[in-house]
């Protein structure tokens, strides 16, 4: 399994607090995008004499021209993805959901999406199109495959194409994300460890002529961060993008209770890896990828120390949801179960 750029150094969780920590950084982020000269200087230099128009097809099929279709006139997410990939990609296409719910039905409308394979042959449509499925992706935000050589001349034309590494494993990839607007001939280089509210922000107003968020409160109302809980902080940057606590389920299982009715020991190992206790087979960790269609939790690179707050705060959530662990309530917390048991275990 071909290992992305910067993987397992690269989950720094750049991104604060999701609550509060966002919106220095966001001053920031404004500040960067409000320094460029004006729009209708750049317009053009990364505009049709720049990119191609290579022939790519979506998730369904349907054809789509690069520059006229994909990203003429439009503001855009771009990232290039392969469906195997087990690490990186998975905890990325998971914050551009987020980012896509926090834009609601913009998306499709006036942002645009687009998550492009490196891996076209094992890509096929129908491949993008089961991903997608897997992850409940909204609709406005589209797969795409194409021809090996020109999506490889994308990436280096955004400046993505990572020589030494992709020369050798051509999945080696470069996972930044490209935000842009192709009118304005704007375009920003991202983190998808950014925070999801910045992305969304960026994507949803800076790069529309630096629109205003109606919903960004005054800087001066920001909340004090009054602690800071390495296990929270964690879970926000890490998990947050997949998991949800008492908000029912997401890419993965809502995790409130999960303290309460699995083993702890259990939980320690699955967290830290859960690649490995897929493949040996562990027969509540099979039951749990057949329930979440197929999806594996990617190994997100911890260190027991990492584990044992991230423990502590499920614990410290579990525990202020003022429900105790009783026969009675056991049932009750307990996550549901997958539909029809495997024949083996
Ligand atoms: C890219 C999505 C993704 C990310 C990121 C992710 N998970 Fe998961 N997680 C899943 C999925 C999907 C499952 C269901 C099992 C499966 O399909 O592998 C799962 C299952 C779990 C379970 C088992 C739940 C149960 O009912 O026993 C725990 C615990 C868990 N995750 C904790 C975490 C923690 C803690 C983090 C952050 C450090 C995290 N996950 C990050 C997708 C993710």
């Given at each position: 399994?071909?290992?992305?750029?910067?993987?397992r150094a690269g989950l720094p969780g750049r991104?604060?607090?999701?609550?509060?920590?966002?919106?220095?950084?966001?001053?920031?982020?404004?500040?960067i995008v409000g320094c460029l000269p004006p729009?209708?200087?750049?317009?053009?230099v990364w505009g049709r004499n720049y990119f191609?128009?290579?022939?790519?097809?979506?998730?369904?099929?349907?054809?789509?021209?690069?520059?006229?279709?994909?990203?003429?006139?439009?503001?855009?997410?771009?990232?290039?993805?392969?469906?195997?990939?087990?690490?990186?990609?998975?905890?990325?296409?998971?914050?551009?959901?987020?980012?896509?719910?926090?834009?609601?039905?913009?998306?499709?409308?006036?942002?645009?999406?687009?998550?492009?394979?490196?891996?076209?042959?094992?890509?096929?449509?129908?491949?993008?199109?089961?991903?997608?499925?897997?992850?409940?992706?909204?609709?406005?935000?589209?797969?795409?495959?194409?021809?090996?050589?020109?999506?490889?001349?994308?990436?280096?034309?955004?400046?993505?194409?990572?020589?030494?590494?992709?020369?050798?494993?051509?999945?080696?990839?470069?996972?930044?994300?490209?935000?842009?607007?192709?009118?304005?001939?704007?375009?920003?280089?991202?983190?998808?460890?950014?925070?999801?509210?910045?992305?969304?922000?960026?994507?949803?107003?800076?790069?529309?002529?630096?629109?205003?968020?109606?919903?960004?409160?005054?800087?001066?109302?920001?909340?004090?961060?009054?602690?800071?809980?390495?296990?929270?902080?964690?879970?926000?940057?890490?998990?947050?993008?997949?998991?949800?606590?008492?908000?029912?389920?997401?890419?993965?299982?809502?995790?409130?209770?999960?303290?309460?009715?699995?083993?702890?020991?259990?939980?320690?190992?699955?967290?830290?890896?859960?690649?490995?206790?897929?493949?040996?087979?562990?027969?509540?960790?099979?039951?749990?990828?057949?329930?979440?269609?197929?999806?594996?939790?990617?190994?997100?690179?911890?260190?027991?120390?990492?584990?044992?707050?991230?423990?502590?705060?499920?614990?410290?959530?579990?525990?202020?949801?003022?429900?105790?662990?009783?026969?009675?309530?056991?049932?009750?917390?307990?996550?549901?179960?997958?539909?029809?048991?495997?024949?083996?275990?």
């Open positions: 399994m071909a290992v992305a750029t910067g993987i991104s604060t607090g999701a609550r509060t920590g966002w919106r220095p950084l966001l001053l920031v982020l404004l500040g729009a209708t200087s750049l317009a053009g191609p128009n290579y022939r790519l097809v979506n998730q369904d099929g349907e054809e789509l021209r690069f520059y006229d279709d994909v990203i003429k006139g439009k503001v855009v997410s771009i990232n290039f993805m392969f469906t195997s990939c087990a690490d990186v990609c998975p905890v990325e296409t998971a914050k551009l959901r987020q980012v896509q719910q926090m834009l609601g039905d913009r998306v499709g409308r006036d942002v645009f999406m687009y998550s492009i394979t490196i891996d076209p042959e094992h890509d096929t449509p129908e491949v993008l199109k089961a991903y997608r499925e897997q992850f409940n992706i909204g609709p406005g935000w589209q797969f795409l495959t194409g021809k090996r050589e020109e999506i490889e001349d994308l990436q280096k034309r955004f400046g993505l194409y990572v020589r030494s590494r992709q020369e050798i494993d051509p999945l080696d990839h470069n996972v930044s994300l490209m935000l842009g607007n192709e009118a304005t001939g704007r375009w920003l280089k991202r983190s998808p460890f950014d925070n999801p509210a910045v992305l969304a922000n960026t994507l949803g107003y800076a790069l529309h002529g630096n629109r205003r968020n109606p919903a960004l409160a005054s800087y001066d109302q920001a909340h004090r961060i009054e602690s800071f809980d390495r296990g929270e902080y964690l879970f926000r940057t890490r998990c947050a993008s997949c998991h949800t606590l008492g908000g029912g389920v997401a890419v993965g299982p809502d995790l409130l209770h999960v303290t309460a009715v699995r083993d702890r020991d259990w939980l320690a190992r699955w967290i830290r890896e859960p690649d490995a206790m897929i493949a040996e087979g562990d027969p509540l960790a099979k039951r749990l990828v057949a329930a979440y269609k197929g999806l594996p939790m990617p190994n997100l690179s911890l260190n027991e120390v990492d584990v044992e707050a991230l423990l502590k705060f499920l614990e410290q959530q579990h525990a202020a949801s003022g429900k105790l662990r009783t026969a009675a309530t056991e049932d009750q917390l307990r996550p549901p179960d997958p539909p029809e048991a495997q024949p083996d275990d």
